[in-house]
């Protein structure tokens, strides 16, 4: 004999538990046998519980029999679709039972259905959003005039702001002043002589010399400043007034180097070693590492 459950306006009771796919639920339930002697009036009220994952598609069907055993059949009385109406009333009778039968189930993982009795009849019940009316000093009500948003008059200061747009959206054709405090509290606009204050923390970064020195740099490739996993830069600097000095890796040629030309300076943003080449004999090249 399938379980039977008694659902009354004092409770909110599972007629569903721990669905994960299509099917009718193993429960049959009616209305509490207290509430049909003293005829109260009232329909059942169903909403989703314990929703597990990210439902796509999703509908449950509230059927009805008049018995349960030998020759039971069951037809539906309601569908209910609870992504786009999370509430569902329905009217209920005063004999038989319902169940509930769910015949979409889409990208979610398991759901409950839980019901109660609703107070008053089924179609007095109100499961979507309600009217509001706002009404002046004189109690005359302020409508949308048709437009069905409520229409708010600013008195003074707010509105809207013309330098604010939506992300990935084309940017605003105004702006926002930026502006500053005095020392009396008062707000005063950014320009050359009354910049943005900018606190630079303890922690922040301050580049440092590290070292210098003078590399003799010759016909084949030339260690000029060896790898340092802290190193900011390196300024290089060719003081010749006629030799040029091919700047690159271990490999560097007179072909394939960076040229520093006489009386010339490179800054190099790595920490990997760095080489140099001259064409013939030797020249001199410093360096000034910052880390």
């Given at each position: 004999m399938p379980t039977r459950i008694n659902v009354s306006r004092s409770a909110i009771v599972p007629v569903l538990s721990g669905a994960t796919g299509i099917g009718a639920?193993?429960?049959?339930?009616?209305?509490?046998?207290?509430?049909?002697?003293?005829?109260?009036?009232?329909?059942?009220?169903?909403?989703?519980?314990?929703?597990?994952?990210?439902?796509?598609?999703?509908?449950?069907?509230?059927?009805?029999?008049?018995?349960?055993?030998?020759?039971?059949?069951?037809e539906t009385v309601a569908t209910w679709s609870p992504l786009a109406q999370p509430l569902l009333v329905t009217p209920c009778s005063e004999s038989g039972f319902y169940r509930v039968n769910v015949t979409q189930f889409t990208g979610g993982t398991s759901l409950d259905v839980w019901a109660t009795v609703a107070n008053g009849t089924a179609s007095s019940v109100t499961t979507s959003a309600s009217d509001v009316s706002i009404f002046d000093s004189?109690?005359?009500?302020?409508?949308?005039?048709?437009?069905?948003?409520?229409?708010?008059?600013?008195?003074?200061g707010g509105g809207s702001n013309a330098s604010v747009g939506a992300n990935n959206g084309t940017a605003p054709s105004s702006s926002t002043q930026v502006g500053t405090l005095d020392?009396?509290?008062k707000l005063q606009a950014v320009s050359a002589t009354n910049p943005v204050p900018v606190t630079v923390g303890a922690g922040s970064y301050v580049p440092a010399l590290n070292a210098t020195n003078q590399i003799?740099?010759?016909s084949g490739p030339t260690l000029i400043i060896a790898s340092n996993a802290s190193r900011q830069g390196v300024l290089i600097t060719n003081p010749s007034a006629t030799v040029m000095v091919y700047i690159g890796i271990s490999t560097v040629t007179t072909t394939d180097g960076a040229i520093l030309g006489p009386g010339q300076s490179i800054t190099i943003p790595v920490t990997s070693e760095i080489y140099g080449v001259v064409a013939t004999g030797t020249q001199v090249v410093s360096y000034i590492e910052v880390v």
């Open positions: 639920s193993p429960l049959y339930f009616c209305k509490d046998s207290v509430q049909k002697r003293e005829g109260e009036p009232g329909g059942f009220l169903f909403g989703l519980f314990n929703v597990v994952g990210v439902f796509t598609g999703l509908t449950v069907n509230v059927e009805f029999s008049p018995g349960i055993g030998t020759g039971e059949y069951w004189s109690g005359n009500a302020l409508d949308s005039n048709g437009s069905g948003a409520l229409n708010v008059a600013v008195v003074s020392a009396g509290g003799l740099v010759a």
